[in-house]
């Protein structure tokens, strides 16, 4: 039964818990009458974003309680690859996963979006102009990457996996999800005629949501 578990949404780079997708799938729990956590990862702040804190801060926030129910995580992009961090580090703690367009292999894929001498000039500076879920600029300190890096870049999880994956993804090629796929036997992959941030899949995204977790059907008023 769903009340036997724990649910949150981690978001992905630049984004928050008040992104488009954290909200839809926020309205879909609801309807089951489940309370959907949705924690912001930009810490301490999104100039001086640090993996190693987030980890941290959600070890603090989910990781704590150990006796009580179990973790369902949902993950994008980047808080899809520190969901799989997180249950790599909490096999027992962590029930089932949902990732969507994980950002695995997380140096290569900056390598790719910013190219050599970009990723040269943000650690020679010590920081880099980027967007954030506001809208405004903000330079991000070059030790976001170098945390990232220093950290497994396709975790290892054992629970049951699902990854959901736009084949017309140009931030994270879905064959990277395709290799994950392959190489892990309690991983399974749905591929969606979308790009990165899935913007006009929300429905199904919920809905594949839904029927991996076994919500069964929404509560009614």
Known sequence: MSYQFR??????????????????????????????????LNR?????????AILSELDAALGRDLAGPRLRL????????????FAER????VDRLVLI???????????????EEGIERWLEQGDAPFVDAAGDTVRVHSAFLKEACALPQRPRVTVPTLL???TNDDVIPVESSRAYARELPNVELLELDADHPLSDQEARVAAETQRFF????????
């Open 101 to 115: 367009a994980p950002a695995f292999d997380f140096g290569e894929r900056w390598q790719e979006r910013m190219g």
């Open 74 to 85: 949902i993950g994008s992009s980047l808080g899809g690859w520190l969901a799989a961090l």
């Open 7 to 40: 649910y949150a949404y981690l978001h992905g780079f630049a984004s928050g818990p008040n992104s488009k997708k954290g909200q839809h799938l926020e309205r879909m729990f609801a309807g089951f009458g489940i309370e959907l956590l949705l924690p912001d």
């Open 214 to 221: 076994e919500l069964g059907r929404p509560t009614l008023d």
């Open 164 to 166: 959901l994956h736009g």
């Open 90 to 93: 909490h096999p027992g703690l």
């Open 44 to 52: 301490p702040s999104f100039a001086r974003l640090s993996p190693v």
